[in-house]
């Protein structure tokens, strides 16, 4: 599997992607909302462009959909309730998306920052994970497009958690410093998330290397449910938490909080 992240330079800091079949040069074009650099990208590398698949329906993900159709005639992919027009293929979960000969992508069905997001899985030695705007390095998707928290806490806990530890991280856009930021606000003595953190500080997003599931659960706040000093800092500050704080009631207040942070 051929994996070539997009950079797309813009005010929301999303990356497209290519994932490519190295046997035929088939490709998917994942969020390819910057068409005129998914397009050039493809001719450089010899790719054809045969399938779109879309994470979710907000525009700036789906908003470059009919150019790379009208030039690939490529058939587009997404959720099977997902409010995107010219839908080829309605995806569920546990549907196998194939590029090509050799590339094969499992669907998550990942509710929480749409009601009809999905993420894909790639069946490869090292997983990669194309999170969308579900997951991000050290975050997770604000709710306020047309999602619920619980669902994504919900997909959290259920899901990603389960995720092997080595699996790469491939998300929507490029938030890492300001989450990790947040982490830190949260769990100021998080000495993996300081090191990353300066690390990272001040990058160039279009060379950014990126994180795994179990880098995740060390460096963002979003998977550190039962942190002590996370707990600490929530009931400092809302006294009137319950005594019995389970880790979906700390998941709801981080998102409630990072919605305004």
Not at 24 to 35: M, Q, V
Not at 50 to 59: A, C, K, M, S
Not at 127 to 146: E, I, K, V
Not at 226 to 253: C, M
Request: proline share 5%; aromatic share 6%.
């Amino acid at each position: 599997m051929i994996v070539e992240r997009i950079w797309t330079g813009n005010s929301l800091r999303n990356y497209n992607y290519l994932v490519a079949c190295p046997e035929t040069g088939e490709a998917l074009a994942i969020d390819p909302l910057d068409h005129e650099k998914c397009l050039a990208l493809a001719r450089e590398r010899g790719f054809q462009i045969t399938q779109i698949l879309n994470t979710h329906e907000h525009r700036d993900h789906t908003g470059g959909n009919g150019h790379v159709v009208q030039a690939t005639s490529a058939k587009l992919l997404a959720h099977a309730r997902a409010a995107i027009p010219d839908v080829d293929r309605g995806l569920n979960a546990g549907d196998v998306v194939r590029v090509g000969k050799t590339v094969e992508l499992e669907v998550l069905d990942t509710p929480g920052h749409t009601m009809s997001h999905v993420c894909l899985l790639s069946h490869t030695e090292q997983p990669a994970l194309f999170s969308g705007d579900t997951l991000f390095n050290a975050g997770a998707g604000n709710c306020r497009g047309g999602g619920h928290p619980v669902e994504l806490y919900r997909t959290f806990s259920a899901q990603l958690a389960a995720l092997p530890a080595e699996t790469i991280l491939q998300p929507g856009h490029d938030y890492i410093e300001r989450n990790l930021a947040f982490t830190l606000d949260r769990e100021p003595d998080n000495r993996l998330a300081q090191d990353f953190l300066e690390r990272v500080r001040g990058h160039d997003p279009a060379k950014a290397s990126t994180t795994t599931l179990g880098i995740e659960k060390e460096i963002n706040a979003f998977f550190r449910l039962q942190s002590p000093t996370i707990i600490a800092k929530l009931r400092a500050q809302f006294p009137d938490l319950p005594n019995a704080l389970d880790d979906e009631a700390v998941f709801l207040k981080l998102r409630e909080l990072r919605n305004s942070w």
